[in-house]
């Protein structure tokens, strides 16, 4: 620490602090985190390095507040090489799921190369799931965030990581704290990817419906016990009925999730009316304009413009 000041300062803080190591180490990540959230990581860093430099910390919340003032200002570097440290140094605590999203949270804001960006992404949740740690509410609304931000990616390799890491975590239990809105947060991700794959293949232009939709759809369900939205209903609506030209399909899709209990909407009725038109299928299309209007009266310029146009 270079300030003399600060340096005094430090030791008659410390001297009037407990002396307990835990308790002195809470104390001060208190008051670093309050210096980096006023924008002051360099005090921050000042403190936590004469820390360090008096005695190794015993509390894995220390060397995460250190991680997190590496990261604000900026030294993603130094901040990867601790997290190496404390997988690797048997003497110093071990990461939790606090580290790991510390830091991809720091990445997804740093911006930069998206093709760098999501492939330390998916290095970092590798390295989570081989910690034996596992994704929380904090870390899937980061990747939630970053996915919405990103969703026109276009890097299937790295994509295609990250779509393996999300299968490979099959047997986890959901713990109590992980349910309600944590579940919705969890099936975005899920509805992200999916999108992903549907129109990764319509630029393909193939023709072949792809299959990792619904090995996703299947895994959300049946191993994470999520209950899938009507977006996801949307998605595969609009990926088989518009993509692909496969509006029984896209049928067949909404009626299984409409049997488990997933709802649709007006969007999802005019999907279907779209694609019935584009196929020439004008009878499916009078079917679903029917079929909607038995309980609901059409709001949206969309699906009127389309009955109207057609004389529905």
């Known amino acids: 620490m ?3 000041f600060l340096s005094e300062a430090f030791d008659k803080v410390s001297s009037a602090v407990p002396e307990a190591s835990y308790e002195k180490e809470s104390f001060w990540n208190a008051a670093i985190v309050a210096l980096v959230k006023d924008n002051k990581a360099d005090v921050a860093l000042d403190i936590l390095n004469m820390i360090f430099s008096k005695e190794k910390p015993q509390t894995t919340n220390t060397y995460n507040t250190m991680i997190l003032t590496l990261c604000r200002q900026g030294n993603l570097e130094s901040a990867h090489q601790l997290l190496d440290s404390m997988i690797h140094n048997n003497k110093i605590p071990n990461p939790d799921i606090v580290t790991f999203t510390t830091l991809i949270h720091a990445i997804v804001k740093q911006g930069g190369d998206e093709v760098k960006q999501l492939d330390d992404i998916v290095k970092l949740y590798k390295k989570l799931q081989e910690q034996g740690l ?3 509410n904090v870390l899937n609304s980061v990747l939630l965030a970053y996915f919405v931000k990103n969703q026109h990616l276009h890097n299937q390799k790295t994509v295609e990581k990250m779509y393996r890491l999300v299968l490979s975590n099959r047997d986890e239990a959901r713990t109590q704290s992980q349910s309600g809105d944590v579940e919705l947060v969890e099936m975005y991700i899920y509805n992200m990817l999916i999108d992903f794959y549907f129109s990764r293949s319509r630029l393909k232009k193939s023709g072949r419906i792809p299959e990792q939709p619904f090995v996703l759809l299947k895994h959300a369900m049946n191993q994470r016990k999520l209950k899938p939205t009507t977006s996801t209903m949307n998605i595969f609506v609009r990926g088989l009925a518009i993509y692909h030209n496969d509006l029984k399909a896209a049928e067949t899709t909404m009626n299984l ?3 488990k209990g997933v709802p649709w909407n007006e969007r999802t009725i005019w999907l279907l ?13 009078y079917h679903w304009i029917q079929t909607y209007e038995k309980e609901n009266v059409i709001k949206g310029d969309g699906l009127l413009y389309l009955k109207n146009l057609y004389k529905l």
């Not at 009316?273 to 299309?285: E, I, L, W």
């Open 2 to 4: 270079n300030d003399p």
């Open 134 to 136: 596992r994704s929380n």
């Open 257 to 259: 999730l409409m049997a």
């Open 273 to 285: 009316v779209k694609a019935a038109f584009q196929q020439g299928k004008k009878d499916r299309a």
